[in-house]
């Protein structure tokens, strides 16, 4: 289960979207340069085309987001399976240069939206357009470069823990310096490459005075040096987290880091695991609803994210998912023990990846990881 709940986020290093079936769903869109300005209406012949990741995310928000939204307010909308592919923003942005939209709304990684805000791929809206968008924490809007109009809006949010199996060790790790104690020599699993892990974010906020040292070369090169110190306690670099979770149930790596929302089902289908939320903050990364800004379907967009917004529709995604609203802790109206389950102290406590550093230094990056921790 947990693979199909995450391989579909993951993909290839940085560009975490695909659509199934691209280049035969190209639709109509308006124009070639700005966003449309026409708004029509969808009809069943021609539906708001949502793409979401797959798996158990698309059977969860098919049941309790995409059908609830088409019964409320009458809008025909369907969903539509995607993947991880390195080679689909360029064919998304080949599309919208040519004015069609493939889908109208989509559920991108936060890397993969700040690539497509890069090669000008979004709708953009300002903030009063929206009743409960406003209601969605800071840190998961993304907004144009030249403006403070959105493109973006957070979808689910999930958290990377500090994970162990429970028979092996009594007392579980809960400071991600436990990735440099010589006591995990060769114990745990870790997620590669660097746009995964993270581990640049997390070492940085551990050992330093966070993401400010990531601004530079220099500093990125310091945090490289300082993270290439957990190599021993390394016994699995993984990027299929089925691979992990087997070792984990199996005490052969008996902790690591993993997501919180696939070790909860783990442990509630009776595997002897913990996910346990760090000291120094858990690792928050997160997904957007973004819009091509050629799709014509301007004003049931704005309905859809907004709906998909309501503290609610979030709470109740979140229980089925086990992945983190991302409407600010006061809107939720989860219980304690649920919400503390799956958000631990909350989305302001975690570390937030700075999504920014991977794109404008991803050659410079890649190379450092292979160098300092893939090859030495």
């Given at each position: ?14 560009s ?25 209406t969808?009809?069943?012949?021609d ?24 019964e ?52 953009s ?28 809006v ?120 913990t ?76 570390i937030v ?24």
């Open positions: 289960m947990g693979t199909s709940r995450r391989s579909y986020l993951t993909g290839a290093a940085g975490a979207f695909a659509l199934t079936g691209l280049a035969g769903c190209l639709g109509g869109g308006g124009g070639s340069g700005s966003s449309t300005e026409t708004t029509v969808p009809t069943e012949d539906p708001l085309v949502v793409s979401v990741f797959g798996g158990v995310f698309k059977e969860v928000l098919d049941e309790h987001l995409i059908q609830p939204f088409r409320e307010t009458g809008i025909p909308v369907e969903s539509q399976a995607q993947g991880g592919a390195a080679n689909v923003l360029p064919k998304l942005e080949s599309a919208v240069r040519g004015g069609n939209a493939p889908v109208d709304v989509a559920d991108m990684s936060a890397i993969g939206t700040l690539r497509g805000r890069h090669s000008d791929l979004w709708m809206w300002s903030d009063d357009e929206f009743d409960n968008v406003p209601k969605v924490s800071d840190d998961l809007i993304t907004r144009a470069s030249d403006s403070d109009e959105i493109i973006g957070g979808s689910q949010a999930w958290f990377i823990n500090l994970v162990s199996n429970t028979e092996v060790l009594a007392d579980p790790p809960t400071s991600w310096t436990a990735l440099w104690d010589s006591q995990y020599e060769s114990q745990l699993g870790l997620l590669t490459p660097a746009q995964t892990s993270f581990l640049l974010d997390i070492t940085a906020a551990t050992h330093f005075d966070g993401e400010d040292l990531l601004s530079t070369k220099d500093g990125i090169t310091q945090v490289f040096e300082k993270l290439a110190a957990v190599k021993p306690q390394s016994s699995l670099w993984y990027t299929n987290e089925a691979n992990f979770e087997a070792q984990l149930k199996s005490g052969d790596a008996p902790a690591g880091m993993l997501y919180n929302d696939v070790t909860v089902v783990m442990e509630e289908n009776g595997a002897p695991v996910s346990t939320f760090v000291d120094e903050g858990s690792l928050l990364d997160s997904g957007r609803w973004v819009a091509p800004r050629t799709s014509d379907k301007r004003g049931a967009i704005v309905e859809f994210i907004d709906y998909a917004s309501r503290p609610e529709v979030q709470d109740t995604v979140s229980r089925n998912l086990y992945t983190a609203p991302t409407v600010e802790q006061q809107h939720s109206s989860l219980d304690d023990q649920t919400f503390e389950k799956i958000v631990g102290p909350g989305l302001d406590a975690a990846p700075n999504y920014e550093m991977y794109i404008e230094r991803e050659q410079f990056i890649n190379q450092q990881w292979n160098e300092l921790i893939i090859q030495s």
